[in-house]
């Protein structure tokens, strides 16, 4: 059967990172059965033999209205779609889809009538926000780390930026790679309005990753990869953190000093 991604190289490279992240997510067990979803902003991809496609289904209500996404095509994650499959299947576990021109709906593109993940209020709410703000970023990753999650469930670690500060602390590359630190989006129903738009005010606060109280995290990227080693990278310190927890003793962290030093010499944010 022919697929979409022979009529662009561009955009099978960008699906053939989604798949490549997906395979990532199951590893490290942060996508259990469909948890966590993915949407790439791929209109840059799309040539125009694929804006003459017909779609494969009707004008289904986004429950939001975006005007920066007219025209626009995303690739997504299926609702109830199991990243471990996306990651071997990613045109039969996702879709592409094209945003309608009176910005309010989206119609299935290709290969098959997938329909998209839960979380599409949010991921769209979001890549709207990026292009109103001129972002390059075209990536948005919802996943469950679990260590990150585990350690939502302490009010202590919910105030701000104390959770970054510790997790900056346990390793040098997490402040380098991460300098935007973790924001915190208290718990709201999944899928729901209310939690896009609280990511979408968390975000505008200069973070690239979000976390969603006792439930998992929301990163941004320019593209799915970087997405990806942003929550992979703090994920890192939240477990060096619990490995010295296990061996019986509260990690010291870099110094106050040592931290300060960092930024200067890597130009981070202090
Ligand atoms: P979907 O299967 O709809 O993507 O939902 C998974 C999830 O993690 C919801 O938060
Ligand atoms: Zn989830």
Redesign the pocket.
Known sequence: MSSILDKSPRLKYEVEQVAEVAGYLWEKGWAER????ITVNITDAVTDEIRELSSISAPVPIGVTLPELCGCWFFC?????RMRDLARWPMDNGSVIRITDDCAHYEIMADNPVKP???LPSHLSVHAWLLRNGSPYRASL?T?PIQLVAMSHNAEYLKNDVLSRLLWSMIPETKAFCPRGLGIVPYML??SVELANATIDVLADDYDVVMWEK??VFAVGPDIMEAFDMVDTLNKSAIIFRDAMAMGFVPDGMSDSQMSELSTVFRLPK
């Not at 469909?34 to 979803?37: A, D, E, R």
């Open positions: 469909n948890g966590g979803n994650k299926g609702n109830n779609r993940t839960s979380e919802h469950h999944p899928s439930h998992g």
